[in-house]
């Protein structure tokens, strides 16, 4: 097993952000540094506050059926929001947040409109060089 | 909140995740664990069901010791102690 996970966020829907905030929780539980290259609807993703506004909550289009019953589901369950999830896991381990600098100029984001969690932005070439040694996920 | 559990162990703190599902009770049970000193024991209550594996998984990984799992009907109680 290696000590390093690594992940290109790249979908910005709740299903798989939940799940990839739960896996990177996991990771630092077992002692991994993790870091995350978020890029295109992942980043949208990240933009300040989208995470608790209904309106920016999105599920892949094929299960947008099941949406009020995963939420009453989630909310019986006590199951926090992802965003929340993923801030528990980078206070207690070793978990670094970068965005994709290409995705930032595409949509026009500026650092300032990323929620504080993310750590800096990355190109492509320095996330793969600092992938070398890590296990590589693409949610 | 300090009582005593099985084996005579101290317990510092106890947490009370119930309520709270996963990861939530395990990365709660982590925040404790850092805060206390090496031989320091933690208790934490869960009634997320993947507690039950994911705890002592947890425990055998980092290698902490596990004093005490028990099951008190709807939630789990895990005594853990810091050993390094």
């Not at chain 1, 409109?113 to 996330?127: I, R, S």
């Not at chain 2, 869960?46 to 009907?73: A, C, H, T």
């Amino acid at each position: 097993m290696k000590d390093k996970l690594n992940i290109i966020v790249m979908n910005g829907t709740v299903d798989k952000l939940l799940a990839m905030a739960t896996i990177v929780s996991g990771a630092v539980a077992m002692g991994k540094d993790v870091t995350l290259f978020v890029t295109f609807w992942g980043l949208m993703a990240f933009r300040k506050g989208a995470w608790q506004d209904p309106a920016q909550q999105k599920l892949p289009a094929e299960y947008q059926e099941y949406a009020p019953m995963m939420q009453q589901a989630m909310q019986n369950m006590g199951v926090n929001p992802w965003m929340q999830t993923l801030r528990t896991a980078k206070e207690l381990g070793n978990v670094k947040i970068y965005s994709c600098s290409m995705t930032q100029d595409l949509f026009g984001m500026k650092m300032g409109d990323l929620e504080d969690v993310v750590d800096g932005e990355k190109g492509v070439a320095g996330f793969i060089a600092e992938s070398q040694d890590a296990e590589v996920l693409v949610f | 909140m300090t009582d005593t559990a099985k084996q005579g162990t101290t317990v510092k703190q106890e947490i009370d995740a119930r309520g709270s599902a996963c990861p939530g009770p395990l990365m709660e049970l982590i925040r404790g664990i850092k805060a206390a000193g090496v031989g320091d024991a933690v208790a934490v209550l869960s009634s997320d069901p993947g507690s039950n594996k994911d705890i002592p998984d947890w425990v055998d990984k980092i290698g902490f010791e596990l004093v005490s799992n028990e099951d008190l009907g709807g939630y789990h109680r895990f005594v853990v102690r810091k050993t390094r």
